[in-house]
T-cell receptor, first 114, second 116 residues
């Protein structure tokens, strides 16, 4: 069965500092990987996704993620965070075909300090 | 493109009543809709998968008689919480697979249900 692990429940960084959110997955085939962001009381916004090809994926709001098959990881990075990046971040894995469900990690809450 | 419109965004209902949540795909055909539930400060948990014109497939532990899912058309799926109780208070989100754009997923904006 597929699963996603986000080891960090809560991360606090200073505004302007760099950020890395960790994500490890377990999947029996080639995974389809996603990062979503959720502000309080809101729905999910897709930051980026990896389907195939270049393992370094660029997303919106200056985020990027790198797929590392050998480490079963898909970590999210941003070189300089802004106060508006404070939110909950979810990593998810799905199949790259058909109507397979998405499996979400438990999320990482990001707090930005001035 | 590929927008799922979810309504209502917030609903408060009395214990014992039923609540219907709608998700409409506005510019594509959603052959499959996923329904998730999210408790405060927790992740999204899949409740059921619905395919147009057939019965939904429920995840283990989800009461199918309590959470009625209807997917009668390619553009509309509904979740009805029957005889709601306070423990059903949660954030419910629908999601559809997009055949275009490399089978991406699109999400509704969610429904905050509060049962009093």
């Amino acid at each position: 069965a597929q699963s996603v692990t986000q080891p960090d429940i809560h991360i606090t960084v200073s505004e302007g500092a760099s950020l890395e959110l960790r994500c490890n997955y377990s999947y029996g085939a080639t995974p389809y990987l996603f990062w979503y962001v959720q502000s309080p009381g809101q729905g999910l916004q897709l930051l980026l996704k990896y389907f195939s090809g270049d393992t370094l994926v660029q997303g919106i709001k200056g985020f990027e993620a790198e797929f590392k098959r050998s480490q079963s990881s898909f970590n999210l990075r941003k070189p300089s965070v802004h106060w508006s990046d404070a939110a909950e971040y979810f990593c998810a894995v799905g199949a790259n075909f058909g109507n397979e469900k998405l499996t979400f990690g438990t999320g990482t809450r990001l707090t930005i300090i001035p | 493109g590929a927008v799922v419109s979810q309504h209502p965004s917030r609903v408060i209902c009395k214990s014992g009543t039923s609540v219907k949540i709608e998700c409409r795909s506005l510019d594509f055909q959603a052959t499959t809709m996923f329904w998730y539930r999210q408790f405060p400060k927790q992740s999204l948990m899949l409740m059921a998968t619905s395919n147009e014109g057939s019965k939904a497939t429920y995840e283990q532990g989800v009461e199918k008689d309590k959470f009625l899912i209807n997917h009668a058309s390619l553009t509309l799926s509904t979740l009805t919480v029957t005889s709601a109780h306070p423990e059903d208070s949660s954030f419910y989100i629908c999601s559809a697979r997009i055949r275009e754009a490399n089978y991406g997923y699109t999400f509704g904006s969610g429904t905050r249900l509060t049962v009093v």
